[in-house]
Nanobody, 114 residues
Framework: VQLQASGGGLVQAGGSLTLSCAASGINFSIHNIEWYRQAPGKQRELVGSISSGGSANFVDSVKGRFSLSRDSARRRVYLKMNSLKPEDTAVYYC?????????WGQGTLVTVSS
């Protein structure tokens, strides 16, 4: 199982970024995919998840600003982040649980300047 997150970068507050998570080695269409983030000096936290059917849930701090979508043909999940705030600065990771084991991508850094 391999997950590769990409799309991070430096953006000004109020801007937007779209992160991508490419998955291989799994039956992509049946798995929920989660996005986590870890800010400097803080614990990793769940940002949102998208089910195999496309239903998405988010932590309260990003509701209304972030959205999730998935493309089964391309085996990718997209995290669209709007109205970014400096507190969104973190390394973002995608995650999938397969047969009780969690697999992580390498992370992509998002930096939001004020």
């Amino acid at each position: 199982v391999q997950l590769q997150a990409s799309g991070g970068g430096l953006v000004q507050a109020g801007g937007s970024l779209t992160l991508s998570c490419a998955a291989s080695g799994i039956n992509f269409s049946i798995h929920n995919i989660e996005w986590y983030r870890q800010a400097p000096g803080k614990q990793r936290e769940l940002v949102g998840s998208i089910s195999s059917g496309g239903s998405a849930n988010f932590v309260d701090s990003v509701k209304g600003r972030f959205s999730l979508s998935r493309d089964s043909a391309r085996r990718r999940v997209y995290l669209k982040m709007n109205s970014l705030k400096p507190e969104d600065t973190a390394v973002y990771y995608c995650n999938v649980v397969r047969q009780g084991r969690a697999f992580w991508g390498q992370g992509t850094l998002v930096t939001v300047s004020s």
